[in-house]
């Protein structure tokens, strides 16, 4: 049953528009094989519930719908990134965070990326295979299927080994990340073969057949861990990348490891909000601003005053992310100090309500930060959950596909800081904390995340780049004024992120007399022309275990409850 289908529209200014209108926001009891999924691209959802139907559970779905999307959403994620699997497993309540980031080679450094003058080269850590960390996915589905799965995972691989033979259709999405990122693919024969069509981007409803990587995914369910990081795919992998002027070496791959952390939890209210902790940044500053909100009466205030708290929130745990955030198991991050209630209290008592905080930084122009990367969210009828944010960063990754493998790598590095000061492509800045060191995880801002209040259990997340954290945010403010899924994807954003000090809103997010009001407080705005995010969401009740899911109305997902 088809509870929401994201639609590549936004509303007008002045509310929200038609295509929301169409959502069906249909709940459903839970029934033996039952779920509900939530993610961007139908097939993956659809792959998703197969698995719970042939006796799967969350985990074995989670897998499924990872490599499904892996497959057709090849400008999103895969197996040549990583990203983080955030688990609720019912039986003994066992919360983790599955760590499947990227990691730096061992021959990567501080100075990787900036010449000998101490500049940054432009691109450098963006494209081609330099810009790549040793992906994590693969490892992270492996670890999935044996630590929490009941199907084998070659079972559970199939849809995406059918998805990858067959061919997936591509759609308007696919076509205008696939224009952003048309040169880099054309820089290498084996990435311009797979996802263009002699040096042009396919037309829509063209079949994109990825033999190789089906290939691959084979070889991952046949001989687990061991099939991607050892044998004939890891050298093919390192003998690409090297003959394309990257770091990788055989040791590189063999050596990377998932880590299980735990997850870093707040509290609104009586909600208790769950997400990824370090090395993303996503549950520290989320519960920074959690904390720092929980006390103001929102709801009550005016919108211009609602807005303004929420900015100077998102400033100062923004500022704290640049400033401590990195690899905790490379940098002591202050975890338990930005995560406690006293710390926000503390900075709550910095804000004005009459004008803006001034803190003393640099300032640079504002960078794009798109709707790549993926997330996916479901809930299955015994009670075990999963949000996962994936990643290959930015549209396409670094473009590079490693010939005969079929795996198009990510350029994760650039989430790392090449220079103190200067911003990545998200326009994140950030310091020593998150500088490029050999066997580490760049810095993140994936949040894949659990809300858990007392009638109702949501689980959300979103790509987006630097904007993921305040849409999550934003997710988590409307669960706890009632609203469910359908509400949480469709509501207009905003977003501050301490550098560049403005405040970035969707058409229609901001009205024009509360523009007004925070540019007298001293707000820069910058009215975006386009909109952003894909957040994907599910939501249980716990008395009736009646399930709700919805896909973001500006993409293209499937939000399905069964
Ligand atoms: N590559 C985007 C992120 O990890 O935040």
């Known amino acids: 049953m088809v509870v929401s289908m994201g639609r590549r529209r936004w509303p007008s200014p002045s509310g929200l528009g038609p295509g929301l209108l169409l959502l069906l926001a249909l709940a459903v009891p839970a029934a033996h094989g039952a779920g509900a999924i939530a993610s961007a691209r139908p097939e993956a959802t659809r792959a998703g519930h197969a698995i719970l139907a042939a006796g799967g559970n969350a985990f074995d779905a989670a897998v499924a719908v990872a490599a499904t999307l892996a497959v057709v959403e090849p400008f999103g994620s895969g197996l040549g990134g990583g990203g983080f699997f955030l688990l609720h497993r019912q039986q003994d309540g066992h919360q983790v965070m599955v760590d499947g980031r990227e990691t730096a080679p061992a021959a990567a450094h501080p100075d990787l990326y900036v010449d000998a003058d101490g500049e940054v080269v432009p691109g450098a850590s963006v494209d081609g295979p330099l810009a790549a960390g040793i992906p994590g996915l693969p490892a992270a589905l492996v670890h999935l299927s044996e630590g929490y799965g009941r199907l084998p995972l070659a079972r559970v691989l199939e849809p995406a080994i059918q998805w990858a033979e067959e061919g997936f259709e591509v759609s308007a999405h696919y076509r205008a990340m696939a224009t952003f990122r048309k040169d880099v693919l054309n820089d290498y024969a084996a990435s311009a073969a797979i996802f263009l069509d002699a040096g042009e981007v396919p037309g829509e409803g063209a079949l994109i057949r990825q033999p190789d990587l089906a290939a691959t995914l084979r070889r991952l369910g046949a001989e687990g861990r061991g099939g991607f990081y050892d044998g004939e795919v890891a050298a093919a992998l390192v003998d690409a990348v090297v003959d394309h002027g990257g770091i990788w070496s055989a040791a590189d791959l063999a050596a990377y490891r998932v880590r299980e952390r735990a997850p870093v939890v707040s509290r609104l209210g009586d909600i208790r909000v769950v997400s990824a902790s370090p090395p993303s940044s996503g549950g520290v500053a989320l519960a920074t601003m959690v904390h720092m909100l929980e006390d103001l009466p929102l709801g009550d205030l005016s919108e211009a005053d609602a807005v303004h708290y929420m900015v100077e929130a998102m400033r100062f745990a923004y500022r704290d992310r640049a400033v401590y955030l990195g690899d905790p198991d490379y940098t002591a991050v202050p975890v338990a100090r930005l995560t406690s209630p006293a710390y926000a209290h503390r900075l709550v008592r910095q804000i004005s309500p009459g004008q803006r905080a001034h803190i003393p930084t640099p300032d640079f122009p504002p960078q794009p930060a798109g709707t790549h990367t993926t997330h996916f969210s479901i809930m299955d009828d015994a009670g075990n959950r999963v949000a996962a944010t994936l990643s290959i960063n930015y549209p396409f990754g670094s473009g590079f596909v490693a010939a005969g493998t079929g795996v198009l790598l990510n350029d994760e590095m650039d989430d790392f800081v090449a220079k103190p000061g200067v911003p990545n492509v998200y326009g994140l ?96 705005l910058q009215a975006l022309d386009s909109t952003y995010g894909n957040m994907q969401a599910v939501m249980r009740e716990r008395r009736s275990g009646r399930f709700s899911a919805a896909s973001d109305p500006r993409g293209e997902g499937l939000a399905e409850v069964r």
């Open 429 to 524: 800045v950030g310091g020593r904390a998150n500088a490029v060191e050999p066997g580490k995880r760049p810095l993140s801002s994936m949040s894949p995340t659990f809300v858990e209040g007392p009638d109702r259990i949501g689980v959300l997340g979103t790509p987006g780049g630097s904007r993921i954290i305040t849409m999550v945010l934003l997710g988590a403010l409307d669960f706890a004024r009632g609203n469910g899924p359908a509400s949480w994807v469709a509501r207009p954003r905003f977003h501050h992120q301490f550098l560049p000090d403005v405040v970035q809103f969707e058409p229609g997010a901001i009205a024009p007399d509360v523009q007004r009001e925070l540019e007298a407080r001293g707000h820069r």
